[in-house]
């Protein structure tokens, strides 16, 4: 423990968002733990015994956030590297390449990340030759904004020896399955262990300055690397910055498997452990076909391959999960747990709280099996900003009907379906409040949620996928994970006006939020604190 955790301060003067006390402008921190939070008066009597005290100023303090879905390195080489995101037309994308790769001469493999075809005028992505002649010949790799195809140059694929012989390579389109994990293990077996540790050193940076006090990282053979996944782990470890809580994602059948999961440090075989791909890629797994293309998509593991899996990994005591994003592929997931459960016990999956990341094509039978079978939903209302509407590309590729029961928020917290919420950065960027916000004015409407259920979500929720419910809310006892924040005023929102109007009244005792309303400011962090000790501090504050 550093001397910064032992030191016990006093933050007073502002609001305190806890649910020890709805009106509590005032918290006392001790050995990096809270140790009181109350009212200004009783702050007093603190003040005289305290190493520290902090005058908040009318800043608001919360929990800090947890994005329970975070692949670091791609985020951070996302920061400091060929970020195609905000590309608006092919043309762009194209010139943004070609000024990366000049300014770029010594990268062995150039590396990029965002593009969405599906957003430009031109409605398809660069095309080989295109992508030869802005690299000037070099290898690049350069993945969709959902991660799950990728377009590359000639020099790339010269460097995979077969690539052409396996699935989901297509001479004039983006590969998939199995040509897509080839060259994007040859394209991250470039990055140097230097240029690594930058990458995750900036994304840690990036979260801490949203709030972010945890992020889980959902590493695997197929998405990076066991280097990557233990050098991240070890910085974490020994530098100051969010807590990194680490995934993998490798099915497992036996206790040699659950030692080597655990022996890299991870706390489950569970994350992008993938039952299907992506809907932006038409490779999510679909019972009917792709309104767009005459297939139902990719399916990867089947019902008795997720039973295995779980059962496995509950009689070792370690949490599962995967990645399901379909109708059918999370059917399989439902399937395959239920059949788990018949096995080793239903009670003893439920305690396990195995994990379903993104869930989003999800049916009232599928949500009440998920309650039934406490599975944690860990999902990315962005996803739904971006995608959704009956405009966007989700109807574009399941048609309007279909897209409109897509992520659906409000019958999964109905049925009691534990919500987890992170980013998939750097598929959607690193943005807490912005999620919240995302959550709360779901363009479906009837899957809205209040802003301080997509709150909980964002900051307990992500402590309790991961089995402890101990952590995530200001209470005494808790950790000392916490944000400072300048916002304006505190309100309570909620989809039915009646509740908002009944939890503003002081005698609901129910703590207020900052405005999320579209257009509103989000507010802005000033301090980001882990475990007692300071991981930011804004700026001239």
């Not at 990341?357 to 971006?386: K, N, W």
């Not at 400011?521 to 991981?535: E, F, K, Q, Y």
Request: glycine share 10%.
């Amino acid at each position: 423990m550093t001397e910064s955790e032992h030191r016990t301060v006093l933050l007073r003067g502002g609001d305190v968002h806890s649910p020890a006390d709805p009106f509590a402008t005032a918290m006392v921190v001790e050995r990096g733990h809270v140790a009181w939070v109350g009212s200004e008066g009783a702050a007093d009597a603190f003040a005289s015994g305290v190493d520290e005290v902090v005058d908040l100023e009318g800043a608001l303090v919360t929990p800090a956030f947890t994005d329970a879905h975070v692949h670091t390195t791609a985020t951070g080489l996302a920061l400091t590297g060929l970020d195609l995101s905000g590309a608006r037309t092919l043309a762009e994308a194209l010139e943004r390449v070609r000024a990366h790769s000049a300014a770029r001469p010594a990268d062995k493999v150039l590396l990029g990340h965002g593009w969405d075809a599906a957003r430009w005028p031109e409605r398809r992505p660069p095309s080989r030759t295109e992508l030869d002649e802005a690299t000037g010949g070099r290898p690049l790799y350069l993945p969709r904004v959902d991660v799950h195809s990728a377009v590359v140059t000639t020099a790339l694929l010269d460097l995979v020896p077969g690539v052409t012989g396996l699935s989901g390579h297509h001479p004039d389109q983006p590969l998939t399955g199995a040509a897509h994990h080839a060259v994007r293990a040859a394209a991250h077996a470039a990055v140097t262990p230097g240029q690594r540790a930058e990458a995750q050193r900036a994304a840690l940076r990036r979260a801490a300055s949203l709030g972010i006090g945890t992020v889980h990282e959902c590493a695997g053979p197929e998405i990076s690397d066991e280097d990557d996944f233990t050098a991240l782990l070890a910085l974490a470890a020994e530098e100051p910055g969010p807590w990194v809580v680490g995934y993998w994602a490798e099915a497992v059948s036996g206790e040699k498997d659950v030692r080597r999961i655990r022996e890299l440090g991870a706390i489950g075989a569970a994350g992008d452990l993938f039952v299907d791909g992506s809907l932006g890629s038409h490779t999510a797994c679909l019972h009917e076909s792709y309104a767009d293309a005459a297939h139902t998509g990719t399916a990867h593991l089947d019902a008795a391959a997720v039973a295995a899996h779980v059962a496995a990994c509950t009689e070792a005591g370690l949490q599962a999960g995967f990645h399901a994003i379909g109708d059918a592929a999370v059917g399989a997931v439902v399937d395959g747990v239920r059949a788990a459960a018949e096995k080793v016990g239903l009670a003893r999956v439920r305690a396990a709280r195995h994990r379903v990341e993104h869930a989003e094509m999800l049916t009232p039978e599928t949500i009440a099996a998920f309650a039934e079978l406490g599975l944690t939903a860990s999902v990315q209302p962005a996803f739904d900003a971006a995608w959704g509407g009956e405009d966007g590309m989700y109807a574009e590729r399941l048609g309007a009907e279909r897209a409109r029961t897509l992520n659906p928020y409000a019958a999964m917290l109905r049925a009691g379906v534990p919500l987890a919420f992170g980013s998939d950065s750097p598929v959607t960027p690193l943005d807490p409040w912005g999620t919240v916000r995302a959550a709360a004015f779901h363009r479906t409407p009837e899957h809205r949620i209040s802003v301080r259920a997509g709150f909980t979500a964002h900051t307990r929720g992500g402590w309790r996928a991961t089995g402890r419910d101990d952590a995530g809310v200001l209470v005494p006892g808790a950790p000392a994970d916490y944000a400072v924040w300048r916002a304006d005023e505190l309100v309570v929102q909620a989809p039915d006006d009646r509740v908002a109007r009944w939890s503003t009244d002081p005698r609901s005792g129910t703590p207020g939020l900052p405005d999320l309303t579209p257009g509103a400011d989000l507010p802005v962090c000033l301090r980001t604190v882990v475990s007692g000790r300071t991981v930011f501090v804004r700026p001239n504050e």
